[in-house]
């Protein structure tokens, strides 16, 4: 025999235990039906791309992290996030389907930064996008905090906010100022507000050689406060004339109005001058999403409105509007905290067991539970009957079916609760509805969480 490998995963990938795994999938299956709920289609491209389409929008700090390769005389990609492989879908197949293209993907992405603390190199993101052709009105902008909410209340959060802006607003503003070439710097800047504190703000923004009147003009703009009514009330008295800022004000406030249409409570959501978004694609309205009682995770799902997704791929005009979120960096976060209850070991509702050396009785009478819809496993192997029930404990199984003598010959089952170790002789239909009350709860993701 050779020398051993070391078993080990490479850093910034994520593996999980089969209790946090169950937990995983709760929420990936969670997000998917809030989606579905809403009409979006689901979508799953390619987790490899040709290097060429998948680098056509990159660059700078992205192209750095691509992962690329040669395999024969393709040059490849792993795909870095799911915008770029959904602008290729759309300009390859924008003749076959129907606008509004309204989409859902979860699916691994694939970055080569530096791996931190809940920043990773392969990871989940679930994102949705409504693609107009040729155009697409500011309501959808309204429809996707509604789906948010949604979305977030179905992973069982009562307390969080939907934060909003427009960059209509922000470049307006940044015209008037005559600092339009500086734009994209100053708002990645001030997206850091909340990280980095006001005054760090104001000494990146004076390395820029921005005038101090300036500065404060844009700190004004961005400390407003208020109701989300009194602050859209105030934009309106800043007498700031220019044309693109107006086109802003009225779509936030379009936007604003048409939340409340799709019913998302004014509680959970508000209108946010600080919010830019790093990514300098977004033109329209833009979406952060805060748990408010873990802010230090940050926004677990945002996004915004992009005039052109396509225009690397074709010239056809295809203006869209969507969000994501980072499942993997979410669930991480919460688990890192100490946030979650992790402790379902197993997707079994029932142990079937058999005391009898022929366990065909078994089988059958499991095969007849998960016809019942009931997640069922059968013990195979040949081990004492203590051994066997140490095994349910193990895995918090809740029940174990026992397979006799006696229940062979009362063509019964005795069903035991192994939480509280009662046992009863049950015929099959009795132990289905049973079993049936607490099969498979469907667990809230935030009912998880310590208190």
């Known amino acids: 025999m050779g020398e051993k490998v070391e078993p080990r995963t490479l850093p910034g990938f994520m593996e999980l235990m089969p209790n946090e795994q169950i937990l995983m999938n709760q929420m990936r299956e969670k997000i998917q039906k809030s989606y579905e709920k809403f009409g979006f289609l689901p979508l799953d491209t390619p987790i490899i791309e040709m290097a060429e389409v998948l680098l056509a929008k990159a660059g700078g700090e992205t192209e750095k ?23 290729k879908y759309i300009a390859q197949y924008g003749n076959e389907i129907s606008f509004p293209f309204r989409r859902y993907q979860i699916g691994k992405v694939y970055r080569g930064e530096k791996p931190q603390k809940g920043r990773f190199r392969e ?5 949705i996008d409504i693609i107009g052709d040729g155009e697409l009105n500011i309501i959808n902008d309204a429809e996707i905090p509604s789906v948010i909410y949604a979305t977030i209340k179905e992973l069982g959060f009562d307390k969080f906010t939907i934060c909003i802006n427009n960059r209509k607003i922000l470049n307006g503003l940044y015209e008037f100022l005559n600092l339009k070439e500086q734009s994209v710097e100053i708002m990645r800047i001030i997206d850091k507000i909340e990280k980095i504190g006001k005054d760090n703000v104001i000494k990146e923004l004076k390395n820029l050689n921005i005038q101090e009147e300036a500065i ?5 703009f961005i400390s407003i406060e208020g109701t989300t009514d009194e602050k ?10 220019n044309k693109l800022w107006n086109e802003g004000v009225t779509e936030l406030t379009g936007v604003v109005k048409n939340i409340r249409l799709f019913g998302v409570p004014d509680e959970n959501f508000k209108v946010d001058f600080t919010i830019a978004r790093g990514l300098d694609y977004y033109t329209g309205t833009v979406y952060e999403t805060f748990l408010n009682e873990y802010r230090s995770l940050g926004s677990v799902c945002s996004g915004g409105r992009y005039d052109n997704l396509a225009e690397f791929y074709t010239d056809r005009k295809l203006p869209g509007v969507g969000v994501s979120i980072g499942l993997t960096r979410l669930f991480y976060k919460l688990n890192e905290m100490n946030l979650m209850k992790v402790d379902r070991k197993s997707i079994s509702d029932v142990l079937v067991i058999s005391m009898l050396p022929d366990i ?15 997640n069922t496993e059968v013990y195979l192997n040949d081990k004492k009957v203590k051994a066997k029930f140490k095994y349910a404990n193990k895995l918090n ?8 003598e006696e229940e062979l010959q009362n063509q019964k089952v005795t069903i035991k609760d192994m939480e509280s170790g009662e046992q009863e002789m049950l015929t099959l239909e009795e132990a289905i509805q049973k079993i049936r009350k607490v099969a498979s709860p469907d667990v809230q993701i935030a009912s998880q969480l310590h208190t």
């Open 65 to 87: 992290q691509i992962y690329r390769f040669q395999k024969g005389e393709n040059d490849l990609a792993l795909r870095f996030d799911l915008t770029v492989p959904l602008a």
């Open 123 to 127: 990871f989940y993101q679930c994102d």
């Open 216 to 220: 404060k003009t844009i700190l004004d």
């Open 232 to 241: 859209l009330k105030s934009l309106q008295t800043l007498q700031i004339e």
């Open 360 to 374: 065909s009785e078994s089988i059958k009478v499991a095969t007849e539970l998960r016809k019942a819809g009931i």
């Open 397 to 404: 199984i809740p029940y174990v079916a026992i397979i006799g």
